[in-house]
T-cell receptor, first 116, second 113 residues
């Protein structure tokens, strides 16, 4: 199993409060990703990182920001949580180096976030 | 507009029989396809993948078929086992710089003993 941990695993918060989710990897992989999973939508990419301090937006980035100050940590922040951000959040990592048809992403255990 | 679709939300199969999960895509730039398996309260687990230069890839009981002209892929599980009961997601990548994956909505497979 890929060495990926997420914290917290569960969180309940109130609308308008800031929330930060953490993803930590021990694989030294370059690429890290944040997805959210909602019924009927599968997993949708929020943001991803291709190196320390290098990040880019995904499909559903509004209302989220990310930071990566170390290779092993990728943080997802909800500046002011809303009920529509109630979801399960998954972090993924990839060793993709250069070019090619693609590389496999490995997922963490997830964080269930409820915004009341 | 969903670029990757799994039109069957659920599938029920008898133990020992074949399970066939289907996935359709619309983006002709997709060149790498993956299947993930997900149990409740766990993260998705990589199962099998296929590059667009192939039309079949096999790994034990799992085989993925790719029909590029139809923009369709399928996952065959033979024989199906009760432990295969899970949600299966197909995903596709266009070989972009970020290797971003686009996921289908998932199919819940139930294998009955």
């Amino acid at each position: 199993d890929a060495g990926i941990t997420q914290s917290p695993r569960h969180k309940v918060t109130e609308t308008g409060t800031p929330v930060t989710l953490r993803c930590h990897q021990t694989e030294n992989h370059r690429y890290m990703y944040w997805y959210r999973q909602d019924p009927g939508h599968g997993l949708r990419l929020i943001h991803y990182s291709y190196g320390v301090k290098d990040t880019d937006k995904g499909e559903v980035s509004d209302g989220y920001s990310v930071s990566r100050s170390k290779t092993e940590d990728f943080l997802l922040t909800l500046e002011s949580a809303t009920s529509s951000q109630t979801s399960v959040y998954f972090c993924a990592i990839s060793a993709r180096t250069s070019g090619g048809a693609g590389d496999t992403q490995y997922f963490g255990p997830g964080t269930r976030l409820t915004v009341l | 507009d969903q670029q990757v679709k799994q039109n069957s939300p659920s599938l029920s199969v008898q133990e020992g029989r074949i399970s066939i999960l289907n996935c359709d895509y619309t983006n002709s730039m997709f060149d790498y396809f993956l299947w993930y398996k997900k149990y409740p309260a766990e993260g998705p687990t990589f199962l099998i993948s296929i590059s667009s230069i192939k039309d079949k890839n096999e790994d034990g009981r799992f085989t993925v078929f790719l029909n590029k002209s139809a923009k369709h892929l399928s996952l065959h599980i033979v024989p199906s086992q009760p432990g295969d009961s899970a949600v299966y997601f197909c995903a596709a990548s266009a070989g972009n710089a970020g290797n971003m994956l686009t996921f289908g909505g998932g199919t819940r497979l139930m294998v009955k003993p």
